[in-house]
């Protein structure tokens, strides 16, 4: 081939902002062309050359012109907040705790990668929203009450493409009592008789 038709000739939409590099094989038949930055994510690219390519005897390219592909998802996800944060106390034993990540999860290697290192009635439920990017979590019968919690996000949490999480954690949260008031101490006393008038009582 003629070297610089082809690579004149050379289309690649969307547009790469950065300068190829051409290496031609020893007999002009073959051309890289190489990036100095991979290109983008989850795109669909279109490799195509005008009719100006030729070859060495000046002829133009004919048949096939044109070519795509499409680049993956190579990006870890994030896990981006968690709620209530570690270490909240006075946590509600029928709250939910939320998980927010940065795209969209495989839902059975999320609800697989969360562990619950503290006493568990029942087991976890899990609910998503539409985007599978955030995901409650629930005891089925309620966190024990007046407890220590320690839930841990493992790596083996992954985005719909298999890329492990690049933050695994863990995190602790404190249950209230469910115990509501009570009455402690009466004056008089329960079942007392009086063996005087009485004006005032106290509780």
């Known amino acids: 081939m003629n070297r ?3 690579q004149q000739a050379l289309v690649i939409s969307p547009t790469v902002p950065a300068p190829p590099t051409f290496v031609w094989s ?3 038949t073959v051309l890289t062309v190489s990036y100095p930055a991979p290109f983008a994510e989850k795109v669909l690219f279109t490799v195509s050359f005008s009719s100006t390519a030729k070859d060495s005897t000046d002829v133009s ?3 096939v012109s044109r070519f795509t592909f499409q680049t993956g998802d190579f990006t870890p996800p994030t896990l981006l907040a968690v709620e209530p944060a570690s270490g909240s106390i006075q946590v509600a034993p029928n709250s939910l705790i939320l998980l927010q990540f940065s795209e969209s999860m495989d839902r059975a290697s999320v609800e697989a990668g969360i562990q619950l290192e ?3 009635l029942g087991t ?11 995901v409650s979590v629930a005891s089925a019968t309620a966190w024990i009450p007046s407890a220590i919690h320690r839930l841990k996000i493992l790596g083996t949490c992954a985005d719909l493409a298999g890329n492990p999480l690049n933050n695994p954690t863990a995190f602790v ?6 115990s509501g008031p009570i009455i402690a101490v009466t004056s008089p006393a329960d079942g007392t008789v009086l063996a005087q008038p009485l004006s005032s009582l106290s509780v």
């Open 4 to 6: 610089a038709s082809v």
């Open 26 to 28: 020893a007999d002009d």
């Open 61 to 63: 390219l004919t048949g």
């Open 118 to 120: 503290s006493p568990l």
């Open 124 to 134: 976890l439920q899990f609910s998503w929203d539409a985007e599978g990017k955030t």
């Open 173 to 178: 949260f404190t249950t209230t009592s469910t």
